[in-house]
C-alpha cells in the first residue's frame, strides 16, 4: 500500500524532540512565513527555482475556498554528541504548512494532481514534487506568471535566501498584483518529497503538509 502519513500535527508542537539512530538529536520549532493569498482557492507545491513561471507545477485537486492563510514552518535545530556546538545552529525545515483551519486534524491523504491515482502506488510509495535546488514553495496557480523577474540567481526570491544566508526560511515573498508565495529551505536539500491534505472529522480540508523527511520514523532514521 501506499505510504502513511504520521501524526503532522506533533511537527508543529514546539519542543517537540527527536533523535537519529546516529545519536544526532533534533528539537522542533514553529516558523511563521506570514499569510499566503489564495486567489483561486488552489495550491500549488514546487521547487520555486525549478518550477515557478514554467508553467509545468500542477495545483492539487484539493481546493479550498479563496482566501489569506497562515503558512508555517517546523524547523528542526539538530545537535550533533561530543561536538562543539557551531557559532550557527544547524537548522533544516523538517516540514512546511498551509493552516486551512484549527480544527483537529483526524485523517491524511496524498495531495494529487490531476492524473495520479494513489492504486497505481506500489508498498511505501507517494506522489512529490522534485527539488533540484534546495528549496520548496506553496502558491497559487494563479501568481505562476506574478514572479516573472525571479529566473536563477536573480528576483526576490533569490534575493531572501542569499540575504540569510541561504538559511531554511521560511520567506514570504510577494510578486506583480499583489500575489505571494511562501518559500523554504527542503530539508536535507535534494529529492522527491509528498504534501498531505489533512481532514477533520466532517472531511473538511484543515491543512496541506509537505514533509521533507528531516524527522525519522519511530525507531529510524529518516527517508
Same mark, same amino acid.
Given at each position: 500500500m501506499p505510504m502513511t502519513a504520521p501524526d503532522y500535527d506533533r511537527y508543529f508542537t514546539p519542543g517537540l524532540a527527536f533523535a537519529y539512530e546516529s545519536g544526532q538529536t533534533g528539537t522542533l520549532h514553529v516558523a511563521v512565513a506570514g499569510e499566503l493569498w489564495l486567489p483561486s482557492g488552489r495550491v500549488t507545491a514546487c521547487d520555486p527555482f525549478i518550477g515557478l513561471g514554467a508553467g509545468e507545477a500542477e495545483p492539487f485537486t484539493a481546493a479550498v475556498a479563496p482566501g489569506r492563510y497562515r503558512v508555517e514552518t517546523a524547523?528542526? #535545530?539538530?545537535t550533533t554528541p561530543d561536538e562543539p556546538a557551531d557559532e550557527a545552529p544547524h537548522l533544516r525545515t523538517a516540514a512546511a504548512r498551509v493552516?486551512? $483551519?484549527?480544527?483537529?486534524?483526524v485523517t491524511w491523504e496524498l495531495a494529487l494532481v490531476a492524473g495520479q491515482d494513489p492504486a497505481e502506488l506500489d508498498e511505501d510509495e507517494y506522489f512529490g514534487y522534485g527539488v533540484d535546488a534546495g528549496? $520548496?514553495?506553496?502558491? +497559487? *496557480?494563479?501568481?505562476?506568471?506574478?514572479f516573472s523577474e525571479c529566473q536563477g540567481d536573480?528576483? *526576490?526570491?533569490? +534575493?531572501?535566501?542569499?540575504?540569510?544566508?541561504?538559511?531554511?526560511?521560511p520567506y514570504l515573498i510577494t510578486g506583480e498584483s499583489g500575489h505571494t508565495l511562501t518559500a523554504f529551505g527542503s530539508g536535507w536539500g535534494d529529492g522527491s518529497y509528498p504534501t498531505w491534505v489533512g481532514r477533520d472529522a466532517r472531511g473538511e480540508i484543515t491543512?496541506? /503538509? #509537505?514533509?521533507?523527511? /528531516? /524527522? *525519522? *520514523? /519511530?525507531g529510524g532514521d529518516p527517508a
Amino acid at each position: 500500500m501506499p505510504m502513511t502519513a504520521p501524526d503532522y500535527d506533533r511537527y508543529f508542537t514546539p519542543g517537540l524532540a527527536f533523535a537519529y539512530e546516529s545519536g544526532q538529536t533534533g528539537t522542533l520549532h514553529v516558523a511563521v512565513a506570514g499569510e499566503l493569498w489564495l486567489p483561486s482557492g488552489r495550491v500549488t507545491a514546487c521547487d520555486p527555482f525549478i518550477g515557478l513561471g514554467a508553467g509545468e507545477a500542477e495545483p492539487f485537486t484539493a481546493a479550498v475556498a479563496p482566501g489569506r492563510y497562515r503558512v508555517e514552518t517546523a524547523i528542526a #535545530t539538530l545537535t550533533t554528541p561530543d561536538e562543539p556546538a557551531d557559532e550557527a545552529p544547524h537548522l533544516r525545515t523538517a516540514a512546511a504548512r498551509v493552516v486551512i $483551519g484549527d480544527a483537529l486534524t483526524v485523517t491524511w491523504e496524498l495531495a494529487l494532481v490531476a492524473g495520479q491515482d494513489p492504486a497505481e502506488l506500489d508498498e511505501d510509495e507517494y506522489f512529490g514534487y522534485g527539488v533540484d535546488a534546495g528549496a $520548496g514553495c506553496f502558491y +497559487d *496557480p494563479a501568481a505562476d506568471e506574478a514572479f516573472s523577474e525571479c529566473q536563477g540567481d536573480e528576483g *526576490p526570491l533569490w +534575493d531572501a535566501f542569499e540575504a540569510n544566508d541561504h538559511g531554511p526560511g521560511p520567506y514570504l515573498i510577494t510578486g506583480e498584483s499583489g500575489h505571494t508565495l511562501t518559500a523554504f529551505g527542503s530539508g536535507w536539500g535534494d529529492g522527491s518529497y509528498p504534501t498531505w491534505v489533512g481532514r477533520d472529522a466532517r472531511g473538511e480540508i484543515t491543512c496541506f /503538509v #509537505t514533509d521533507f523527511f /528531516v /524527522v *525519522p *520514523p /519511530v525507531g529510524g532514521d529518516p527517508a
